[in-house]
């Protein structure tokens, strides 16, 4: 089975410039999350999706960042114009369906696109 | 939104040693996850434990769940360099917000040969 794929891997730009991720979840999944990790950090939650809708964007500063996942499956992330407090990993992840309890289903993590914002 | 504090933050031990990492928090956990993260990828799940209590091994690796749920640990016995990474504990939430993870900053270990 195929993991999460994100793209690219690496990008460096510089201040005020735009820049887009891209994510292909788990074929599948209807349950996607992107995740910002600063060095020296743990992961936090920018936004998830349930198929094509938001379920939570409380993190995301809107003033910048954008999200879609406009058929259910693959996601963008967009950061328009990019402050040098922007660089980090971006991770994408995904699972299989939203469980209501403890101990619900795993998710599973791309490899992360390293952003450098000079 | 409850923290979750780990450590120690850096961890450098030679092969063949054991150690502990731990997780805190001041609140009660639903349940707790622990990742492992090697340089270059995502977080991958090691473990999820629910009940207070709760002891899971997983070869070399024993992970405890406090009676409370307000704290874990995960201990490697005989470290390999294999086990090298950044260990990262998450709590999920319930609710509104289904199946979302709280990650602690991690714990980051080297292990020498």
């Known amino acids: 089975e195929a993991g999460v794929a994100q793209s690219p891997r690496y990008k460096i730009i510089e201040k005020r410039q735009s820049v887009a991720f891209w994510c292909n979840p788990i074929?599948?999944?209807?349950?996607l999350y992107w995740y910002q990790q600063i060095l020296g950090q743990g992961p936090k939650l920018l936004i998830q999706?349930?198929?094509?809708?938001?379920?939570?964007d409380s993190q995301l500063p809107k003033d910048r960042f954008s999200a879609e996942r406009l058929k259910g499956v693959d996601s963008t992330l967009k950061i328009q114009p990019a402050k040098l407090e922007d660089s980090a990993v971006y991770l994408c992840?995904?699972?299989?369906?939203?469980?209501?309890?403890?101990?619900?289903?795993?998710?599973?993590f791309g490899p992360g696109t390293r952003l450098t914002v000079l | 939104t409850q923290l979750l504090e780990q450590s120690p933050q850096f961890l450098s031990i030679q092969e063949g040693e054991n150690l502990t990492v731990y997780c805190n928090s001041s609140?009660?956990?639903?349940?707790l996850q622990w990742y492992r993260q090697e340089p270059g990828e995502g977080p991958v799940l090691l473990v999820t434990?629910?009940?207070?209590?709760e002891v899971k091994k997983l070869k070399r690796l024993t992970f405890q769940f406090g009676d409370a749920r307000k704290d874990s640990s995960l201990h490697i016995t005989a470290a390999q360099t294999g086990d090298t990474g950044l260990y990262l504990c998450?709590?999920?939430?319930?609710?509104?917000?289904?199946?979302?993870?709280?990650f602690g900053k991690g714990t980051k270990l080297s292990v020498k040969p």
């Open positions: 999706f349930q198929n094509n809708g938001v379920v939570d």
């Open positions: 998450a709590q999920t939430f319930y609710g509104g917000s289904q199946g979302n993870l709280i």
């Open positions: 074929s599948g999944h209807a349950t």
């Open positions: 609140s009660v956990f639903s349940s």
């Open positions: 992840a995904s699972r299989q369906w939203t469980s209501g309890g403890p101990g619900g289903n795993e998710q599973f």
């Open positions: 434990v629910v009940t207070g209590g």
